[in-house]
């Protein structure tokens, strides 16, 4: 006898009399039964399993008759099986019995190592996610985390040869499964994490919607996937209306046939406003309930939370979610949605028609005013004095001819046109400098202005020192290292006092 036993119980509509008899079919499914052996295979073998059990039926109660039928897939060979009496195997059929008169929990046990290529699709996790709209939707969203549960591929994988050779070099993989969704499904979308998946197939009808979805990737034993699967339903082909109450009517499982669900979670997403809800499901399953926000909701929206283990398709079953809602709670979203755009488009209104602007008789506003003012007069008196060191330049070229040509009287025009130059421009320096005595706000680049005028006159005293000196030299020919020698303390000083006029340029630009 196996070390554990799960009992159940029947109850009978009457009690069964004396010699009376009755039929009774009991149905039963298990799942991760088979195991592989060996546990690891190449691309190119088939995949084998032991499948464990007794021949005998587990019974509380002693047996007149029983026999055992093991159908094994089809075309596949049988490896090894326990032989028994009355053992016969036809094909892919493999018989025990008839056993008779076998006494109370009867165990002998029997193992069948056979060959099973098909899919061992098992989801890990399950989550769906039924989203109620009572404008006309029933959004059902399916995350799957899936993965192969038969023997673990070994080697390197062949895409060639596969692509060559499927059925050899790929046997135990699957490409493809089935999703059998509601006759008028719609807005199906099949995706992953890098996005959508084109290698999908839809077949639909009034009476039925298939969609053949395949992975990026054929699955071999041990390779994983996940992805979503999404649609859309009409909302009067699940939505009722019993006693006052709505209720969501609406299958429990899995739509992939082949897929055994390790742990599923059902979502039920209802409206917000959702009030006095409950739930019925055909058979145990683990429930609570939590807050949902999506757009333009206040209080979040109530969701029903369902959680089973060992989900196979016979699951799929339909439960009714059953809760209160009152009309009213529709135009929420659309009265929100109003009233925001007419605020928005208000305060559009308010705003165009609204001076910002500072007051002209405020302090702050006087201040920036002559700031600017200061700035104006501070940035004329920088282009006079640039255009005066241009005129510098012009006599130092003018001295560079001179050295070049011997042409005194040139070099003398030169001097007496930039001396009319710069007396004119040194002649507006001082209203300029008065009309910045007069701002307080000036006072702290007052003093830096001022030396840079009294530099700039001095540098072109030197200058025309320095001028006269070279053509009175070259009047009375004299000779070159004379004219060095005499002008050479006057181009010390010129040369610093141009570095003290660009300094003091430089630090004025930065205030």
């Known amino acids: ?23 009774m079919d009991v149905s039963a499914a298990f799942t991760h039964m088979l195991r592989p052996f060996p546990e690891k295979i190449t691309q190119a073998d088939n995949q084998l399993v032991v499948f464990q059990d007794s021949a005998y039926n587990l019974s509380p109660y002693a ?42 929990f009867s165990y002998s046990p029997i193992v069948i190592h056979f060959e099973n290529n098909q899919p061992f699709a098992v989801a890990q996790e399950l989550v769906r996610e039924i989203e109620i ?125 082949e897929v055994v669900i390790d742990k599923l979670i059902v979502k039920v997403v209802l409206p917000e406003g959702s009030r006095n809800i409950s739930v019925s499901v055909p058979f145990p399953v683990k429930q609570w309930q939590e807050l949902k926000f999506s757009h333009l909701d ?49 305060a559009c209104m308010l705003y165009t028609h609204t001076d910002m602007t500072i007051s002209k008789s405020s302090s702050s506003y006087l201040a920036k005013l002559q700031w600017d003012e200061v700035q104006a007069l501070v940035q004329q008196i920088q282009n006079i004095v640039k255009q005066c060191l241009m005129i510098h330049d012009k006599l130092e070229a003018s001295l560079r001819d001179l050295s070049r040509t011997g042409d005194v009287q040139a070099c003398k025009a030169a001097r007496k046109m930039a001396d009319g130059s710069l007396k004119e421009l040194m002649k507006e320096f001082k209203p300029l400098l008065s009309f910045l005595q007069s701002y307080p706000a000036a006072a702290h680049i007052l003093a830096k202005v001022e030396e840079l005028v009294a530099k700039e006159r001095e ?36 040369t610093t006092l141009r570095q003290e006029v660009d300094d003091l340029l430089d630090v004025i630009e930065e205030i």
């Open 459 to 494: 540098l072109q005293e030197r200058l025309m020192v320095k001028h006269s000196t070279v053509v009175d030299c070259y009047e009375k020919k004299a000779g070159g290292r004379e004219v060095e020698n005499r002008v050479a303390m006057h181009q010390q000083k010129i």
């Open 133 to 257: 709209s009572h404008w006309g939707n029933v959004q059902v969203t399916e995350h799957y985390n899936l993965f192969h549960g038969g023997a673990q591929s070994k080697g390197e994988f062949s895409r060639l040869d596969y692509q060559a050779r499927p059925h050899i070099r790929g046997a135990s993989a699957f490409r493809h499964l089935v999703a059998k969704l509601p006759p008028r499904a719609h807005s199906i979308y099949y995706r992953d994490e890098i996005g959508n998946i084109s290698t999908s197939h839809l077949f639909g009808d009034s009476r039925k919607t298939e969609l053949e979805i395949e992975p990026r990737y054929p699955m071999f034993g041990g390779w994983r996937t996940s992805f979503t699967l999404g649609y859309g339903l009409p909302l009067q082909d699940f939505l009722f209306q019993s006693e006052g109450k709505r209720f969501l009517n609406i299958s429990f499982g899995c739509p992939i046939a």
């Open 298 to 346: 206040i209080s979040g929206r109530p969701v029903v939370a369902l959680e089973k283990t060992n989900v196979i398709y016979e699951h799929n079953q339909h439960f009714q979610v059953y809760y209160e809602f009152n009309n009213l709670s529709l135009l929420r979203e659309p009265l929100m949605l109003i009233s925001g755009l007419f605020f928005l488009f208000l």
């Open 63 to 104: 047996v007149r008759v029983q026999s055992l039928s093991v159908k094994l897939p089809p075309g596949g060979r049988v490896e090894s099986y326990t032989r028994l009496d009355n053992t016969k195997i036809l094909d892919s059929e493999i018989k025990y019995g008839p056993y008779n008169n076998l006494p109370a």
């Open 1 to 23: 006898m196996p070390p554990a036993l799960t009992f159940y119980s029947v109850s009978l509509l009457k009690p069964l009399g004396k010699g009376e008899s009755f039929t």
